[in-house]
């Protein structure tokens, strides 16, 4: 796999430090290109978030797709067009046939499940072309984007890390605070360290009495923090070194 190019634009008209950061790779063994993006960083952007979800609320975008926060749909059209979609036509032509692998953390995920909206709603992509991976994601949207999402696309996980909070919000539209909200399946529960040959489960049913669900107490932010024992934020802000032990949970 091989990095092409990484893009960030600032995302908030109230702070000139809250930016969004996306990337673009491709593999030509595996032959897929790749999309991934990263989480929040720091308290503004997370009071960003919180104030645009309360104000803002859940927006239709996509056919018969139902309903999702128009604050991170807009903060995905700010990455797209600064230049993530330039660099995905630029891949595409390149690589005629190729798959598309579409990924996130945290706010991240949830811009990997628009992203991947964007493309088949656009005609860019066929769904069964498109593989899907959030970790540690907020609800995103209504139970009809929920519904359409899952429908729609045959290939996309949710991976949960243990007792890890975000992915357990928001439940209620906090614009209407009626709107339940949801989150698209399959999703995949390590209740563990997520140590190389740790086990998991995997779930049909993303929301309910099932997987992460079942654990209600001592929910926390350094389990959103660590997926596969690694320091997320830390191991990306030193440039992902190979030599990943120092950002072990355990």
């Known amino acids: 796999m091989k990095l092409y190019k990484v893009r960030?634009?600032?995302?908030?008209?109230?702070?000139?430090?809250?930016?969004?950061?996306?990337?673009?790779?491709?593999?030509?063994?595996?032959?897929?290109?790749?999309?991934?993006?990263?989480?929040?960083?720091?308290?503004?952007?997370?009071?960003?978030?919180?104030?645009?979800?309360?104000?803002g609320g859940l927006q239709?975008?996509?056919?018969?797709?139902?309903?999702?926060?128009?604050?991170?749909?807009?903060?995905?059209?700010?990455?797209?067009?600064g230049g993530m979609y330039q660099d995905l036509k630029y891949l595409k032509y390149k690589y005629p046939g190729y798959?598309?692998?579409?990924?996130?953390?945290?706010?991240?995920?949830?811009?990997?499940?628009v992203t991947s909206s964007f493309l088949v709603s656009h005609g860019l992509y066929q769904p069964q072309n498109i593989k899907v991976v959030a970790l540690g994601a907020p609800?995103?949207?209504?139970?009809?984007?929920?519904?359409w999402f899952t429908s729609t696309f045959p290939d996309s996980y949710h991976i949960i890390h243990r007792?890890?909070?975000?992915?357990?919000v928001p439940k209620v539209d906090p614009h209407t605070n009626t709107t339940v909200l949801f989150h698209p399946r399959t999703q995949v529960w390590y209740?563990?360290?997520m140590k190389v040959g740790d086990?998991?489960?995997?779930?049909?049913?993303?929301?309910?009495?099932?997987?992460?669900?079942?654990?209600?107490?001592?929910?926390?932010?350094?389990?959103?923090?660590?997926?596969?024992?690694?320091?997320?934020?830390?191991?990306?802000?030193?440039?992902c070194p190979q030599n990943i032990t120092q950002y072990a949970q355990l």
Not at 99 to 109: C, D, F, M, P, R
Not at 163 to 168: E, H, N
């Open 8 to 55: 960030s634009v600032n995302c908030s008209a109230d702070y000139s430090d809250i930016t969004c950061l996306g990337f673009t790779a491709y593999d030509t063994t595996q032959k897929v290109i790749i999309l991934s993006y990263r989480g929040s960083h720091g308290p503004n952007q997370n009071q960003q978030l919180a104030d645009g979800m309360a104000s």
């Open 60 to 81: 239709s975008y996509f056919p018969n797709g139902g309903k999702i926060f128009k604050v991170v749909y807009d903060s995905f059209v700010m990455l797209w067009n």
């Open 99 to 113: 798959k598309v692998w579409v990924n996130g953390h945290s706010l991240g995920g949830m811009l990997s499940w």
């Open 139 to 147: 609800r995103l949207g209504d139970y009809d984007f929920a519904n």
């Open 163 to 168: 007792l890890d909070l975000i992915p357990r």
């Open 191 to 193: 209740n563990n360290y």
């Open 199 to 239: 086990e998991y489960l995997i779930c049909e049913q993303a929301d309910g009495d099932y997987c992460s669900e079942t654990v209600t107490e001592g929910l926390t932010m350094s389990d959103h923090g660590y997926y596969f024992n690694i320091n997320m934020p830390s191991w990306g802000r030193d440039g």
